[in-house]
């Protein structure tokens, strides 16, 4: 069983872009979590994730300035897609 993994991404003055991809197998019982510093609220943040669906969710941790976005595993063999601007 592989390790789970955390990105920290970078953050622009006005605009962040963040394209990523991975794999996912269904043995994976682990969220995925990407660290947005900087941010502290939701509003304006639109993720999208394919293939398409809803299983994610955004919050914040005590002792750590930025949001946090973790993605539910899909539990199926599959490639998936991130993309977060504001």
Known sequence: MKTPRSILLPI??????FLGSW????QNVYKSEFFLPGLTQEDGINIELSPKGDGY?????DGVQCLILAIEPSGK?????LSITF
């Open 12 to 17: 622009s003055v006005f605009l962040l872009i």
């Open 23 to 26: 794999t996912e197998r269904k």
């Open 57 to 61: 969710e955004l919050f914040s941790r």
């Open 77 to 81: 063999n599959m490639s998936r897609e």
